[in-house]
């Protein structure tokens, strides 16, 4: 099984979405719908990625790795181990709520998942900010102090930013996204978020949206204070480098072409600008369809058993997730 596996996007109403994947990455969403949410890739009981072109198209994620897993993942890999990664775009027309996601330390204890996340800018409103860790010098008293009073905004870290950078955050960071932002979210696979602040803010029933106050105390990192951004850059390098992936930023001109041999690991390829075209140079390490294009908002999953080369048709952008199995 060496084809690249090109997935089913699964829209995911919430009530600080938009339409941006549409307008942006050219998606036909649900009419009518805020769409915060597109689950590229993700292997959940409640959430399937389905293989969408080639001879597994309508198989699931899970299926695919369970049946495939030497030839996906690699021959080290249990076949009944969920893939680890989880893959979103992310249409944050309006700020999300002030949340963090619980260490691997506290998640048992609360019943939940870890999760560490990056998140990559791919488009952004004038003026747009992040919002991760805390303040420098805020003490766990000053936060809950704010929690009563509503002024928790004041505790956390704003930074401005553009298209193009980047921020791995940590299980434990306590973080929000501002409006106006687009973002590719790579992480693990988890769906644990604890809410500790929506400012006000009402959700789709019309109702308050649920706050978990004391698992947030718990779950936050007290010592964790302005975590920098990586900024974007037009060289190749690494943006995020942690115990559960790596993230490589890989900039292509025109003609340039990037390659992975068999046999090394599986990774994820996802395109957040340009058009690249696989097999396009004639090389006939992948079974893709000769000169299959991914453009734009593209993420596909390379399995350990394949060989790829892709050429830019002009400038492009990959982001080549690694080093989760």
């Not at 992310?90 to 996601?101: A, N, P, T």
């Not at 560490?116 to 010098?137: F, M, P, Q, S």
């Not at 072409?257 to 990774?267: K, L, Y």
């Amino acid at each position: 099984m060496r084809d690249l596996l090109r997935f089913e996007p699964l829209y995911q109403e919430r009530v600080w979405g938009g339409r941006a994947l549409e307008s942006a990455l050219g998606r036909n969403l649900p009419k009518d719908r805020p769409i915060g949410e597109s689950w590229e890739i993700v292997d959940r009981p409640e959430a399937q990625s389905v293989v969408r072109v080639g001879h597994l198209a309508g198989q699931t994620l899970h299926n695919v790795v369970t049946k495939h897993a030497a030839d996906v993942m690699g021959p080290k890999w249990s076949a009944d181990r969920p893939f680890p990664i989880l893959v979103k775009w992310l249409d944050c027309r309006e700020r999300l709520s002030l949340q963090v996601h619980p260490p691997a330390n506290v998640a048992p204890e609360l019943k939940g998942e870890p999760k560490t996340e990056n998140w990559y800018i791919a488009h952004t409103a004038l003026d747009a900010h992040l919002l991760v860790g805390l303040k420098r010098g805020v003490t766990r008293e000053q936060f809950e102090r704010a929690i009563t009073d509503g002024t928790l905004e004041k505790c956390i870290h704003h930074f401005r930013v553009a298209a193009g950078d980047s921020i791995l955050v940590h299980s434990g960071q306590v973080h929000a996204i501002d409006a106006g932002n687009l973002i590719l979210e790579i992480q693990q696979n988890s769906d644990t978020t604890y809410r500790v602040y929506d400012w006000g803010r009402m959700g789709l029933d019309g109702q308050p949206r649920q706050l978990h106050i004391a698992e947030s105390l718990r779950s936050i990192q007290w010592n964790d204070f302005e975590p920098a951004p990586v900024r974007a850059a037009p060289t190749s390098g690494v943006i995020a480098d942690c115990a559960e992936f790596c993230i490589r930023r890989v900039v292509l001109g025109g003609g340039e072409r990037f390659s992975v041999s068999a046999g090394e690991q599986p990774r994820l390829l996802s395109i957040v600008s340009g058009t690249v075209r696989c097999g396009a140079d004639g090389s006939t390490g992948s079974r893709a369809p000769f000169g299959q294009a991914l453009a734009r908002g593209e993420n596909v999953l390379l399995p350990y058993a394949g060989a790829f080369t892709f050429t830019a048709e002009s400038t492009a952008i990959m982001l080549v997730t690694e080093n989760f199995a």
